[in-house]
């Protein structure tokens, strides 16, 4: 026979004074349906990471903030992943809309950078294949190339093409080549 909780009354919680880590479930959800499930854990590691860092710097102001300063190394020993591994999920949260960041320096000294966690846009989906025929309005630059885009990338390719063509230069091995046969 099962017990009835009725008696059981919740106390209110206020999270007034109290540790807290602000994250935007929606944001969540994205790195969720975008890892599979060998890297989710990593990936949501990271992102508790960063949440938490956001709230320490907003407790100074008395409320929520998204941008903080922080180094790599400060995100990797909160999250307990490798510093390469901290800026390769960046650069995909980076892909996925959900985080910026500014790199500092001081003349020559490097600063912690800037990160700013972005808000939810509700405009999140899979990004289009390079093949679809259709723009999709949901994702950003999904549209189809313009007759500028094709110019550009036609220039680009001549230019590279110029670089191939070494107008008599001989290469190294070239050079060592009738060095050896001139002994």
Do not use: C
Not at 9 to 30: C, E, N
Not at 131 to 146: C, M
């Amino acid at each position: 026979m099962e017990k009835s909780n009725e008696n059981i009354k919740l106390r209110p919680y206020s999270l007034r004074g109290t540790p807290f880590a602000w994250q935007d479930m929606r944001v969540m959800k994205i790195i969720r349906n975008h890892y599979g499930e060998e890297k989710r854990t990593t990936a949501i590691a990271i992102y508790q990471s960063l949440t938490e860092l956001a709230s320490l710097a907003g407790r100074g102001q008395g409320k929520h903030v998204s941008q903080f300063t922080a180094y790599l190394i400060t995100i990797a020993e909160k999250s307990g992943k490798s510093v390469s591994t901290i800026k390769r999920y960046t650069k995909e949260f980076r892909d996925l809309q959900i985080l910026v960041w500014e790199k500092r320096r001081n003349g020559k000294m490097n600063m912690s950078s800037m990160w700013k966690l972005l808000d939810y846009r509700g405009s999140y989906s899979e990004p289009t294949s390079p093949n679809n025929s259709k723009p999709n309005p949901s994702v950003h630059n999904s549209g189809l190339p313009t007759e500028e885009d094709r110019r550009k990338l036609y220039n680009k390719k001549e230019r590279f093409n110029k670089l191939n063509n070494n107008d008599g230069l001989k290469s190294m091995k070239d050079i060592m080549d009738e060095y050896g046969k001139n002994k």
